[in-house]
């Protein structure tokens, strides 16, 4: 699989992404 760190980093930037993104309705809530 040589699109494994690709792939791999592509998951872990969602996952920051919803991360923020819920940190920021959970300050404005």
Known sequence: M???NGLLE???ALGL???AEAGIKRCKA
Do not use: I
Request: hydrophobic residues 35%; positive net charge; aromatic residues 0%.
């Open 2 to 4: 040589p699109d494994a």
């Open 10 to 12: 592509g998951k872990t």
């Open 17 to 19: 992404r919803a991360a």
